[in-house]
């Protein structure tokens, strides 16, 4: 198991990566905000790959309840609007990304969707639903201090018999480093890190756009961390994929190494019928 931070030091880690993704989002918006209004005005447009849309609707989305933690521009879960998903709520604690959502949302003329600026771990009680689907996507659970208080969020939030959806970064590419120019990427971290990445590189990871970031501060998590996370909040898995190519920017040239590194990987838990938790000491 990772260290354990005590809520006031999660807390100050959250506030310094807000800032951070606070100073990305006006180049995200520079990048993407048009193109993605334009696109919003399809009522069909879908930014989620086939990974996730294939588990996505194996759980069903028509008329379900969807929050999404961490949601970022909101550009996935108005794709889940599209596709016939009921009343949605994406949280994320940048207000600047939170802007952008509220502004694709309105392209999209879907009503039924709120956007929420807050810390995942403190979404005012209003917005706990609970919902049949609490999902959270690519690149989350590095910026998470307390994986353990994550999970009690997911469990907090999901409909007894409800779905918890995963697709993240596999911890094992969390090892690598990506190497200078034309060089490959390469190991350089213990899978058991257990002290924070302290970074100033900018957070564009479409552009690679380079700026001075204000410090951010991510986490490794092992496969246990999370499954054991996830056991004791009653969740059952129901699904695991382990993907060998790229389904995030971080060290993309080990899709194509002799040694393929496991990249990606998706989960489906399910919460308790009964909305208890499980104990796994006896
Ligand atoms: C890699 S990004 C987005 C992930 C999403 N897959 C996407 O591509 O839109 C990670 C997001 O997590 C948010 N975030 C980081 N720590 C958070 C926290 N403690 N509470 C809420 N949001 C957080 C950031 O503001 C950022 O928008």
Redesign the pocket.
Known sequence: MGRIYSPKQCREY?DA??QA?NQVAPIHEKINQSRLLNAFSDPEYNTLDDHCLDRLKEIGIEGKSIAQ?????G??LLSLKNLGAGHCVG????AA?IEQAIELAEASQHTDVEFVS????EIPPVNTGPYDIVM?????FS??PDLRRFFEVFGRLTKPGGHVFIEEIHPVLMMYEEGEGEEPSYLKYSYFKDDPWVETTGLD?YQGTEYESSTHYSFQHTLADIAMAAIEEGFALKHFSEFGYNISELCSDLEHAEARPPMGMTMVWQKNRRGRKLSTHG
Do not use: K, P, Q
């Not at 949280?91 to 940048?94: E, H, K, N």
């Not at 807050?118 to 771990?121: A, F, N, P, R, S």
């Open positions: 959250t990566n807000r993704w933690l961490c949601c970022n521009n550009r996935e949280f994320d604690a940048s990304f807050t810390d995942i771990y959270s996507t690519v690149g989350v910026w998470m990871y």
